[in-house]
C-alpha cells in the first residue's frame, strides 16, 4: 500500500515537472533578453512618432533577425536611447526609417548590426502597469506566493503518519 501511494506521488509530480522544463526551455530560446545572450529585446513606447498603430505606455518586444525588409518595425540604439521605427528604404547599406506619424525619414541610418530587431509582440498599455511595478512592490508580489504556496503545500499524508504513529499533538501534551 506504502509503496503504491509512493508511485502515485511520483506519477504526479513528473507532468509538473516536465511542464517546469518545458517553460524553462521556451524562455531560455524565445523570451531571453539579449541582455543575457538571449534573442529579444523588451521595449515600453515612449513619444508619438508611431502613431496610430504604436502608443506610449505600448510594451514591444523586439526580436532578432537575418535581414529586416521595407515595412518592418525595428527597434535600434540612437542618440542615447532606443527608437522602434519602420524601415521605408535603404541607403548605402542602412536602412532608412521613419516614424509612422512623422513626414520626414529619420536621420538616422542603423545598420543591420546595430538593430535590435524587428517587433514580435505589441501589448498595448502594458508598459504602463510594467512601470508601475517598483522593486518593492515585486518582493512583496514574490513574497505573497513565497507565503501561499507554503500554505498549500501543507503535507497531508505526512501529518496523517505521524497521527497514526502517535506522533501528533496529543502526544506531545502528555495525553
Not at 523570451?31 to 505606455?57: C, D, H, K, T
Amino acid at each position: 500500500m506504502r509503496s503504491a501511494r509512493i508511485a502515485l506521488r511520483i506519477v504526479c509530480r513528473v507532468p509538473a515537472l516536465l511542464l517546469l522544463i518545458a517553460l524553462v526551455a521556451g524562455w531560455f530560446f524565445l523570451f531571453r533578453p539579449a541582455s543575457l545572450g538571449g534573442p529579444v529585446s523588451y521595449l515600453i513606447v515612449s513619444g508619438s512618432s508611431m502613431e496610430p498603430g504604436m502608443s506610449s505606455g505600448d510594451f514591444v518586444i523586439v526580436r532578432k533577425g537575418e535581414g529586416y525588409q521595407a515595412g518592418e518595425t525595428i527597434a535600434y540604439p540612437a542618440s542615447g536611447g532606443i527608437v522602434i521605427h519602420r524601415i521605408v528604404g535603404e541607403d548605402a547599406g542602412a536602412y532608412v526609417t521613419q516614424g509612422d506619424n512623422s513626414d520626414t525619414p529619420d536621420f538616422w541610418r542603423p545598420t543591420s548590426d546595430e538593430v535590435l530587431g524587428r517587433q514580435w509582440v505589441r501589448l498595448p498599455y502594458a508598459g504602463h502597469i510594467i512601470m508601475h511595478l517598483t522593486p518593492t512592490l515585486l518582493a512583496a508580489i514574490a513574497g505573497a506566493v513565497a507565503a501561499f504556496s507554503v500554505l498549500l503545500r501543507r503535507d497531508a499524508p505526512a501529518n496523517e503518519r505521524r497521527k497514526r504513529r502517535g506522533w501528533g499533538m496529543g502526544r506531545l501534551a502528555g495525553r
